[in-house]
């Protein structure tokens, strides 16, 4: 048993003993379901990228399985979701995906151009500044830039509507506690907010499988008693990132629409022109701009005054890209991203049999969306071979 375990979840044995690992009042049967795997009912936990690559392999792989997502937000999305505030869109997480060849990412995108939830980003107008100098800009050569239409949000309704579409998504619903039960089963306790009302509602499951970023995930193992698994999810760092989002009245007339910035850049690492992405162009010549403090910015700033933030980054966004403070804004905001990229990822995400219970998102892969959707697709083909 221990040497399987240690080939399939490498780092488990580092962090846990096998005893450790063993669910307290489960049987010691770590195979597949005794029962009817028709009825099997999986839950997983989030709605981000990594969820979208587990509900897309569970559907290719156990198509009998019942699959319920469920997402604390108000839509799916996460890190790859977008704000709407009034008629304005902004990309505040991910700015695009790097199509790229043999990326399962990028493959099963490919699918959503074509049916209109996402397109291209004209790459010669994204790339870096290397100087102050606005003139200094180079444009990335030669890379597909992926991104949602109408909004990055797209992508993964895009994934889940193509790819996995008879799973069932809930929004609004924040995962509060999971109980492993005696016959095997979980209860799974859900707070659903909607239209100003809370209420707890109790779930039934046979496996649960985690796609939260990995302090989400700490306290929800803790309490499950899966101490193993908190550990590993506890051991995990993340950079945190401060955005400004910010509607100018008029277009700002860079030679740009998205550009990574040199380090003299008052602590912004990037600035992109949501407006200059497919189907955004407002009929108004308003632009949505949204920027990016670096790691180190952010850090310092966090957890300040959004409103304070907000104007500290505008003026520095202004200052460096030499906007006039005469070019009035419709809309200006920062927010805060607590958990933005994994510092140490670990190496796979982790599925125990013996707990039907298991673990992806960015912070078991890597901090790029390909990372966050190759680790669902990899938990949830490891789910589905339990469920056979
Ligand atoms: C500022 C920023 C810019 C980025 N730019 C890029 C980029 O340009 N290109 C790129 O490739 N990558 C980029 N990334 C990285 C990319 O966003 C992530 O790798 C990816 O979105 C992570 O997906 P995930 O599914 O692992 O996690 P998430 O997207 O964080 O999804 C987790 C989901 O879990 C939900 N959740 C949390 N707790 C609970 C709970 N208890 N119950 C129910 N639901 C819960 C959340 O609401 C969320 O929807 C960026 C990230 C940030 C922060």
Redesign the pocket.
């Known amino acids: 048993m221990e040497s399987l375990l240690s080939r399939r979840f490498p780092f488990l044995p580092r962090l846990a003993s096998a005893s450790t690992r063993r669910p307290p009042r489960a049987s010691s049967r770590s195979g597949g379901l005794s029962r009817d795997p028709s009825g099997s009912h999986v839950v997983v936990?989030?709605?981000?990228?990594?969820?979208?690559g587990i509900a897309s392999s569970l559907s290719r792989l156990a198509p009998n399985a019942t699959v319920t997502i469920?997402?604390?937000?108000r839509t799916?999305?996460?890190?790859?979701?977008s704000l709407t505030p009034r008629e304005f869109t902004f990309d505040?997480?991910?700015?695009?995906?790097?199509a790229k060849p043999n990326c399962p990412l990028t493959n099963d995108i490919a699918p959503l151009v074509d049916a209109n939830f996402a397109d291209y980003w004209d790459d010669t107008r994204v790339g870096a500044l290397s100087t102050l100098d606005l003139d200094s800009f180079t444009p990335l050569q030669n890379k597909q830039l992926l991104v949602g239409v109408p909004s990055n949000t797209a992508i993964v309704h895009g994934l889940l509507a193509t790819h996995a579409p008879h799973a069932t998504v809930e929004n609004s619903?924040?995962?509060?506690e999971l109980v492993r039960r005696d016959d095997e089963t979980w209860r799974v306790l859900?707070r659903v907010r909607e239209g100003g009302h809370v209420w707890y509602r109790p779930m039934n499951a046979d496996v649960v499988l985690l796609?939260?970023?990995a302090g989400?995930a700490v306290k929800?193992l803790r309490d499950a008693g899966a101490e193993h698994l908190a550990d590993v999810a506890a051991n995990v760092k993340y950079t945190k990132?401060l955005?400004l989002v910010v509607a100018f009245d008029q277009t700002l007339g860079l030679n740009f629409n998205g550009a990574t910035l040199p380090p003299e850049a008052r602590g912004l690492a990037w600035v992109g022109n949501d407006s200059s992405k497919p189907g955004r162009t407002r009929a108004d010549g308003a632009e949505c701009w949204v920027a990016?403090a670096t790691p180190e910015w952010s850090d310092v700033h966090s957890g300040a005054d959004p409103s304070e933030v907000g104007a500290e980054m505008l003026d520095a966004f202004r200052a460096v890209l030499r906007i006039h403070s005469e070019m009035s804004t419709a809309h200006c905001r920062a927010f805060e991203?607590g958990?933005?990229?994994p510092i140490n990822a670990v190496d796979s995400p982790t599925f125990d049999a013996a707990w039907a219970l298991g673990v992806?998102?960015?912070?078991t892969a890597g901090?790029?969306?390909?990372?966050?959707?190759r680790?669902?697709l990899q938990l949830g083909s490891l789910a589905a071979e339990h469920l056979e």
């Not at 992806?360 to 912070?363: E, L, P, V």
């Not at 901090?367 to 959707?373: I, S, V």
């Open positions: 936990v989030g709605g981000g990228l990594a969820a979208a469920l997402d604390a937000g799916v999305g996460g890190r790859t979701a505040h997480g991910t700015q695009y995906i790097s619903s924040t995962v509060v859900v796609a939260v970023p989400r929800l990132s955005a990016h991203w958990a933005a990229f992806a998102g960015d912070w901090p790029r969306a390909a990372d966050a959707y680790s669902g």
